[in-house]
Each structure stands twice: as C-alpha cells, then as structure tokens.
C-alpha cells in the first residue's frame, strides 16, 4: 500500500474506491493494521495545519524528524528499516505542504540504507546479507539494508550492475532503478540505469524477473532483455542480440558480422568516448573479430587493415574517415 493513499484516507480526500482499498489491505492481514496505525501516529503527531501562506521546511521537518518522536507513540527500534519508513511518511507530509520541489532532492526511500558506490576508474563486487552478489560497473551506486528483514528484499540502483541474486521464494528481491522495478526470487541478469537516455534497460542471464513501472510490466526468461524509455513512455521486450552487454564485467568484446552502426554504439559504451563516423556509408558495412581486454587504439587499428578506415583523435572525441564494405 502506497503512504501517499493512506495520508489520503487520514485526510478524508481519498475517493470511495481509494478509502476501499485502504480498509480491506488493512484487513488483509495484522501486520498491514500495524503499519496502518504507525503511519496515522506519525501523522497525528506531525503537521494538520496548512493554512500557512509560506511554507516553513525547516518548521516541517522539525516537527516530523524521526529522532523528535516520542517513543511512547509507537516502538521506534533502531533499526535502519524504520527509519526507512518514517522518513517515507516524511515525504508525503512536505508534499502535502507544497514541497514537492524540494523533496525532489531529497531521495527518502534511501535513508538508513547503507551504500556504495564504484569508482570512476573501477568497479565494485559487494555480496549482500542474503548471499546475493552485485557487481557494480564504474560510477553506479547501490543502496541497500545491513540486513533484509521484511517480506521483500529491496535495494535502490543508480548506474549499471549485475545481480546474481540468492533464492529465497519467500522474501522477492526487488530493485529499484529510475522509475522501473524487477522482481525476482533467485536469479541472475545486467541492469542498466542510462540517465542520459532516461531509460532503464534488463538482460535477463537465468531464471525469470518481472521488470515493471507503475503501469506496465512484462516477464522475462533467459535471453531476453526489455527497455523502459520514460521520455516515450514505452516498454519494449525482445530476444539480446548483443553478445556485448556484460563487456564492461568480463573485459571481452565480441562481434559476428554485426553491422558497425552496433560496433559503434558497443564501443562507445565500453570506452565512454564518442566516436563520428563521416563516411556514414559504413554504417550498413559487417564487421567480426574478438577482442580481450581491448584497448580502443588496438580495435581502429585492426579496422584500418580490412576495411580502409583511419582514425584520429580529438580532445575525448574520435573522428573515423573513409572505409568501404569491399
């Protein structure tokens, strides 16, 4: 149940059928009546008063911090998963004062979480308290629980990783990137955050995810992978034709007779450089070679010999002239 609805119910502006779902989750099970009450506490003790022509955020999160609540409200632990959700109710209460620019900034969902991140000009393997192991590509970051004490496994990614995650059917694994969510119970798959496309893209290797957004999901099984491009609003599902989505893991870089508009876009994505191409003829020719550990130099040089392409450097940026498909 989403806090934003439950605010809603407290405040009497939820409609009939959202003051519905509310009641019968909340008699789903004792536990949802737990978190029910824990919200309305927090509610009833923070801010009802919203007359104010000014918003005062400083004001605001005094009178809702976590570390300002009485103890005799609820059982406040010191558990890092409670302030979790304390600092969600937060969230919602700053939108209700008008804050919602603010709290754009203010990520809450990831207080309490522990992080890391994975150095520009490196990556990071962590293994998580459920044996679960990420390998974090240079420059994501991921967010994570000491320890996964709920019904749901959920971590927070910005970047690219890959999940080797441990099975467990009874506690789902989920992880949030951008505005997308997969879930998952034991399985292995590259997920990819692409903040400059603004999508989020999932090769699945093993087992089956189900990768979401708020209104749209589709299922995976081994070899395929599905796109979320937030600008179209779309979700694209089809089999991974690119035998490349984890060279920035595993340092090799494979082409078949693929054609060197994907060349391209591989290379430019394992070596984050850009790379025009002025004889845009090339583009429909094939290219096939294997590379370990590959160097981007190595690569044009190997091209030049079959192809007639030579290339030149500019500032980060690399000029390919000339070539033919002969």
């Known amino acids: 149940m989403k806090f934003e609805n439950i605010i809603s119910y407290l405040t009497a502006e939820a409609s009939e059928t959202e003051r519905s779902e509310v009641e019968n989750w909340r008699a789903e099970n004792p536990e949802n ?12 003790n923070g801010i ?5 022509k000014t918003p005062d955020i400083n004001m605001a999160w005094e009178k809702i911090n976590p570390s300002k609540i009485d103890n005799k409200v609820f059982n406040i632990s010191k558990s890092k ?10 969230a ?4 209700s004062l008008g804050l919602g620019i603010a709290l754009m900034n203010w990520e809450f969902e990831k207080f309490g979480l522990e992080k890391v991140s994975a150095l ?3 990556q990071e393997a962590i293994v998580l308290a459920d044996g679960t192991e990420v390998f974090l590509n240079k420059n994501a970051v991921l967010y994570f629980p000491g320890e996964f004490a709920g019904k749901e496994r959920e971590v927070y990614l910005e970047g690219e990783a890959f999940f080797d995650v441990s099975e467990n059917p009874e506690q789902p694994f989920i992880i949030h990137a951008g505005n997308t969510e997969t879930r998952v119970l034991g399985t292995s798959f590259n997920l990819r955050e692409d903040e400059l496309d ?7 290797v093993t087992g089956k995810v189900a990768f979401s957004t708020e209104n749209k999901e589709v299922t995976l099984i081994p070899g395929e992978t599905a796109l979320w491009d937030e600008t179209a609003g779309n979700m694209a599902k089809a089999e991974n034709k690119n035998p490349n989505f984890l060279a920035w893991k595993n340092k090799k870089l494979e082409f078949t007779q693929t054609q060197m508009k994907d060349v391209i876009r591989d290379l430019e994505r394992y070596f984050e450089v850009t790379i025009i191409v002025e004889n845009k003829a090339i583009f429909n020719c094939n290219y096939t070679g294997k590379f370990e550990n590959p160097g ?3 690569i044009f040089k190997i091209m030049e010999l079959g192809s007639g392409i030579t290339f030149r450097k500019e500032n980060n940026q690399y000029i390919l002239s000339g070539g033919d498909c002969g």
């Open 33 to 44: 009546e737990v978190e029910f009450q824990k919200v309305k506490s927090v509610w009833e």
């Open 48 to 52: 009802h008063d919203f007359s104010d």
């Open 81 to 90: 998963n409670n302030f979790t959700w304390v600092y969600k109710i937060a």
């Open 92 to 95: 919602v209460i700053l939108i």
């Open 120 to 122: 520009t000009t490196g």
């Open 198 to 204: 603004n999508a989020v893209e999932i090769v699945l």
């Open 296 to 298: 981007l130099e190595e």
